[in-house]
């Protein structure tokens, strides 16, 4: 009975709009996907013509001399890489190998790029993750100690240290932190990611430091994060700047609201008022900004590879680019672009579901 | 008469109070050093930046203050040329990207639709790649060369100020100045250039300031990845470059190195003070804090 009575006023009862089917969440994270998805197909595009407007011959960059001189050779050579098919063409192979999985070989290392790729990406990752993670602690934290003592000595200290880290070119810093740590103090151990004579851990995530303490070698996680430290100070240094003025500033904005004044006036210790007022909604713009930072992290790896000579996607996209290995070029450029576009998507969502009102832009 | 009046008057009426302070006092003064060091170089400098005839990687001393380089020339001559090089080309490169960048994006945000469309979405395919990485490509593919390298980051550096012009000049499109000037019959053209434009400047500008470091950073790290200057110019990111060579030999690859960060230093220094001078949000904080 009950059943039929449900069963007539649905019927009865005009169809709902379509659109409310989905909660605000689920559609601002579809939006979102999809916008992404696009943005990644673009990244194909730009990365597919900009390595096809080179004027610099790839074939004169990969041949030697007398190999040049012979057509026969340079035609077989062109149509063994494709570039004798018309322009159109090439991008539609590009994609189909893209689809499943191929980048196309290196012209350097003769290899698949794909695998190259999957060698380089996690040592960069582990660099750039130690970074990140050492510029949100020191940076949080220095930028919420320059706004709580503002126009203090240490706020201008901290001011001063935010802008020299900002200011200082990467590779240099990274070339004289090698002499001075290394060369002269001998302090921390040289270049590469873990010492020689141990043998990088079994691989499992490709990260080193993990891959030790799976295996349970200690000597090799040592070596690792010994490794890991100068490099990762070195890249870290432009996003402490970075984050500690930022998140300097949006402290500050905080504590000028009026909840944060009554939370004050009803007698709410300090440390309360700091930790579950200010810094709850301070914090939220710097998950954005620190986003941001993690992409110039990637940009800034490519200058700090090369001199401590870690083997991850910075110093193969700089080896790929100065030979015009395009098939490498391209796929660095894919690669680093879809995990710059991925973070930006976390960012994006993160701050969807921690700031509601965003979702309804 | 139409300059929105009440920027005006707090543009200028907080200038003199955030120039006072030491930060700004030295960022002006190392700018202006090195600008003078720039015009003056050849009179300055001691020695033929070019010029083959020193003993070979000589350390600091009182004959050659920042010492020889490999091919022993003298460093101290090299980084006053320098200046002429970098210094000049990253503030046209500024220049240029402000520029390009500002009129896009006062274009998309003055009349939206598919010109809005097509340039923001055009910008946010460049930010989908990190700088260098970009950079680095382009530079890459245009062939190495100074000129390729100022490109390069020309093609990275524009998007930053369409995105921030766009947003300024929706703020003002509305206001009711800028209306009454639609009414009285001015162009679509002459409205942006006279009514819109001049009220976005400010915000503009010191962004461009703060950019300035940017974009020394980056082309000089173009240089240092062989990406911009020839070997024999003394651009300073190639001269650190040429340092990593002589490891055993600190001074050839540091004063170049300190140079560059001197430079980019004042005008982050310049660039904080114009922002805190202009800035609403920090003047109201202020403000608040004060009551």
Redesign the interface.
């Given at each position: 009975m009950s059943g039929d009575a449900v069963k007539g006023v649905a019927a009865v009862a005009p169809p709902r709009p379509r659109r409310q089917a989905l909660p605000p969440l689920a559609r601002f994270l579809i939006r979102r996907v999809l916008v992404a998805v696009l943005l990644a197909w673009g990244v194909t595009v730009v990365t597919f013509v900009l390595t096809n407007l080179v004027p610099g011959d790839p074939v004169a960059a990969n041949l030697g001399q007398r190999a040049m001189s012979d057509p026969e050779i340079v035609a077989q050579w062109r149509a063994e890489h494709g570039l004798d098919k018309p322009l159109w063409e090439q991008y539609g192979m590009y994609l189909q190998g893209l689809v499943q999985g191929d980048l196309g070989d290196s012209q350097q290392s003769h290899r698949p790029v794909s695998q190259d790729l999957a060698e380089a990406v996690p040592a960069t990752l582990e660099l750039a993750g130690a970074a990140i993670l050492v510029s949100l602690v020191l940076g949080v934290a220095f930028g919420v100690i320059a706004a709580l003592r503002r126009d203090r000595l240490s706020d201008h200290l901290l001011r001063l240290v935010s802008l020299v880290g900002i200011s200082v070119p990467t590779f240099w810093l990274a070339l004289v932190a090698f002499y001075v740590f290394f060369y002269r103090l001998r302090l921390t151990p040289g270049s590469g990611r873990v010492d020689p004579a141990l043998g990088a851990p079994p691989p499992v995530t490709g990260l080193h430091t993990v891959d030790a303490l799976l295996a349970g070698q200690w000597d090799v996680f040592g070596s690792a994060v010994g490794h890991l430290i100068t490099p990762a100070l070195v890249l870290a240094l432009y996003t402490i700047g970075l984050l500690t003025r930022f998140t300097r500033s949006a402290v500050l904005e905080v504590l000028g609201q009026d909840y944060v004044r009554a939370a004050r006036a009803k007698g709410l210790p300090e440390r309360v008022v700091l930790f579950r007022y200010v810094l709850r909604s301070a914090l939220v713009p710097v998950i954005t900004v620190a986003g941001l930072a993690f992409g110039s992290l990637l940009s800034g790896t490519v200058l700090v590879e090369s001199i401590f000579a870690w083997p991850g996607i910075g110093q193969y996209a700089f080896k790929s680019a100065t030979t015009l290995d395009l098939p490498a070029v391209m796929g660095v450029g894919l690669v680093v672009g879809v995990v710059y576009l991925v973070i930006n998507l976390i960012v994006d969502v993160l701050y969807g579901v921690i700031d509601p009102r965003v979702r309804l832009r | 008469m139409r300059r929105d009046p009440l920027a005006r008057k707090g543009l200028t009426a907080r200038l003199p109070q955030a120039w006072r302070q030491p930060?700004a006092v030295s960022g002006v003064v190392i700018a202006v050093a090195w600008l003078v060091i720039a015009v003056a170089a050849p009179w300055l400098a001691p020695h033929d930046p070019l010029a083959q005839e020193l003993p070979r990687l000589a350390p600091p001393g009182p004959d050659h203050w920042f010492g020889t380089d490999q091919l022993g020339r003298d460093v101290l001559s090299r980084v006053m040329h320098g200046a002429r090089v970098s210094i000049p080309l990253t503030l046209a490169l500024v220049a240029l990207s402000l520029l390009i960048g500002g009129l896009l994006g006062a274009c998309a945000g003055y009349f939206g639709r598919w010109v809005d469309e097509t340039i923001m979405?055009l910008a946010?395919?460049v930010f989908?790649?990190?700088?260098?990485?970009?950079a680095?490509?382009?530079?890459?593919?245009?062939?190495?060369s100074l000129t390729n390298a100022v490109l390069a980051v020309l093609v990275v550096a524009w998007p930053a100020y369409a995105r921030v012009t766009r947003g300024l000049v929706l703020g003002v499109r509305e206001r009711e100045f800028v209306l009454s000037g639609r009414l009285l019959g001015f162009s679509a053209w002459r409205s942006l250039r006279v009514d819109v434009l001049p009220n976005v400047t400010g915000p503009i500008l010191v962004l461009a300031t703060l950019d300035i470091?940017t974009a020394l950073?980056l082309l000089?790290?173009l240089s240092?990845?062989?990406?911009g200057a020839k070997p024999p110019s003394p651009e300073w990111?190639a001269m650190?470059?040429s340092?990593?060579e002589v490891?055993d030999s600190?001074w050839v690859?540091?004063f170049?190195?300190l140079a560059?960060?001197t430079v980019?230093?004042a005008f982050?220094?310049l660039g904080?003070t114009l922002r805190d001078a202009l800035d609403p949000?920090?003047a109201?904080?202020i403000k608040?804090?004060a009551l």
């Open positions: - | 930060l979405r946010d395919l989908a790649f990190p700088t260098v990485i970009l680095m490509v382009v530079a890459a593919a245009l062939g190495a470091g950073l000089s790290g240092f990845l062989g990406l990111g650190v470059s340092g990593v490891f600190w690859a540091t170049p190195g560059i960060l980019v230093l982050n220094f904080d949000r920090t109201r904080a608040e804090r």
